[in-house]
């Protein structure tokens, strides 16, 4: 599949997206007061959505390979979201929020332990703990939110301590999310999960987030060859469409979770492109 192919299909999405976009600013949804769910569902869409125009951007620019790379974090959206309006919303969508509270702790403590020299030499901290606690006026805030949490500073968002008595929630990472049986979908009348969508989608374009050998084909020298800052066209081919096509799915999957958790039918004209843009990058 040439580049002019790909870019084509990435206008065809720009296009669904920029409808989205329309749709939604018209409609002015507005969060339920009392259900935190409803603002943490609604910020995942929003951040979906412009994930979904920086996909579009890289593919445009000829980079299918980073474009590839960041629709993974769509299909990170999508786990995170299913997981929180799986069952108990209002506890997980806490437990989302909280996390920036983990966040900023752990940053905190990580520049308490910088070191600088001063005027002789020697070694001295750079900030004292009042200086940071000043600089960051939600400090008690996000302290209180970092408690929901055990101390290793690797414990993924979904993990976290309940109740008085602070025992730990049993260890979570993105595979928990998608491993996790669906509670509004089934097939065969089996209720399904995103076991596929974490082995195979999420950690394939994990290789080009973290940069692995497996995505460095196409920049690799020849032995003859004098180097050259390069995408081999022929390598690349298919990957720009790839990122297209994942962007179609997770962002379609996306609004469905988010109309549904909010209580809204799915609106079938702005669906309708996506699933069309779909069909298209087969």
């Keep these: 599949m040439s580049q002019r192919e790909e870019v084509k299909h990435a206008r065809r999405l720009k296009r669904a997206v920029g409808n989205i976009v329309s749709f939604l600013n018209e409609q002015r949804y507005h969060p339920r007061g009392n259900v935190l769910s409803d603002r943490v569902v609604l910020a995942l869409v929003s951040k979906a959505i412009k994930v979904a125009q920086a996909v579009i951007c890289l593919t445009e620019a000829g980079l299918p390979e980073e474009a590839f790379g960041m629709s993974r974090t769509l299909v990170e959206i999508a786990l995170s979201l299913r997981f929180i309006t799986n069952r108990h919303s209002e506890r997980r969508a806490r437990r989302f929020v909280c996390y920036v509270g983990k966040w900023k702790v752990q940053m905190m403590r990580r520049l308490e332990g910088l070191t600088i020299l001063d005027e002789s030499g020697r070694s001295q901290r750079k900030y004292t703990k009042k200086q940071l606690q000043r600089m960051m006026p939600d400090y008690k805030l996000a302290l209180k939110w ?19 008595n602070g025992k730990k929630g049993k260890t979570s990472n993105t595979r928990t999310l998608a491993e996790e049986a669906d509670g509004h979908e089934k097939l065969n009348g089996e209720r399904v999960n995103w076991q596929f969508d974490y082995e195979w989608i999420y950690s394939w374009t994990s290789q080009c987030v973290h940069g692995t050998a497996a995505c ?4 690799v020298v020849g032995l003859r060859d004098a180097f050259v800052v390069q995408v081999s066209p022929e390598l690349t081919r298919t990957t720009g469409t790839s990122a297209v096509f994942n962007t179609a799915l997770y962002l379609d999957k996306i609004l469905r979770m988010g109309f549904r958790a909010i209580g809204q039918p799915p609106v ?10 779909l069909a298209a990058t087969r």
């Excluded at 949490?149 to 008085?164: D, I, N, T, V």
Aim: charged share 25%; no cysteine; hydrophobic share 30%.
């Design 146 to 164: 970092a408690r929901a949490y055990p101390r290793s500073p690797a414990a993924h968002w979904s993990q976290a301590r309940y109740g008085k």
């Design 216 to 219: 460095m084909d196409s920049h």
């Design 268 to 277: 079938t004209k702005i669906l309708e492109p996506l699933r069309k843009t």
